[in-house]
């Protein structure tokens, strides 16, 4: 069976990454069976070639790590269930709105809420700890980690931006992911494909969360986009 390491669940997310959570929302789209295990972040750098998750070892021992790395595996290995039909054109459209995702409605719309404003900050780390009573020797490790990945917010440049600019790229990509759904059932039409899952596992870091930040809102009133979400929950229980 594939094992997916991933750090923890909580709100409505099989892990509080999205990129994990993108592989586990394939995974199911696609019927792969698989289990998960919780990394031990102090071994993370050691265990994983970017000091990143998502990673998954195959049956067979193979390790791949990085989000769209992984399906492309997955793809390869136990066929592209999600392909049937699927145009060159439309695989550069999907591998466009996955990077966009990826390398930029990450940043903008989970890194910022959740990692820069404090007040959010405190949130998380109580969901990551499971408590609001945060032990000390926790607080300083996720202190640390929190530092990390606000040095590479800073060192691509979002860290210079104020929270009003970072957020208005936000909205616009969630105008672009709205306008380009449109009335479809999925996101490239009648049937859903591979993107659908990178598509669902930012929505759903973003509308489900329980921080408070304008993005959050703004894409809630997608009403075209909360009725998505709402058929993804009905088909592959994600």
Request: hydrophobic share 35%; proline share 5%; net charge neutral.
């Amino acid at each position: 069976m594939i094992t997916l390491y991933q750090y923890l669940p909580a709100w409505t997310v099989p892990c509080i990454s999205p990129y994990v959570t993108k592989v586990a929302y394939y995974m199911k789209m696609t019927g792969l069976t698989y289990d998960t295990k919780p990394q031990d972040l102090t071994r993370l750098d050691k265990d994983t070639p970017a000091g990143k998750l998502p990673c998954i070892v195959d049956t067979d021992g193979t390790a791949v790590n990085d989000s769209t790395h992984i399906i492309e595996y997955l793809k390869d290995k136990y066929g592209d269930k999600l392909g049937e039909g699927v145009t060159a054109q439309d695989q550069a459209t999907m591998m466009a709105f996955n990077r966009m995702i990826d390398e930029h409605t990450y940043w903008v719309a989970v890194i910022q809420p959740r990692w820069r404003e404090t007040e959010n900050w405190e949130k998380y780390l109580r969901i990551i700890a499971g408590t609001d009573d945060v032990p000390a020797g926790l607080r300083s490790f996720a202190d640390d980690f929190r530092f990390r990945i606000l040095n590479e917010f800073m060192n691509g440049g979002w860290g210079r931006m104020p929270a009003d600019v970072i957020y208005r790229r936000a909205r616009t990509d969630i105008d672009t992911l709205s306008n380009f759904l449109g009335d479809k059932k999925f996101f490239m039409g009648d049937q859903p494909r591979w993107v659908d899952a990178p598509v669902l596992s930012i929505l759903r870091h973003i509308v489900d969360t329980p921080f408070n930040f304008d993005t959050k809102d703004y894409a809630g009133s997608k009403k075209n986009l909360v009725g998505y979400m709402g058929r993804m929950k009905d088909k592959f229980g994600i």
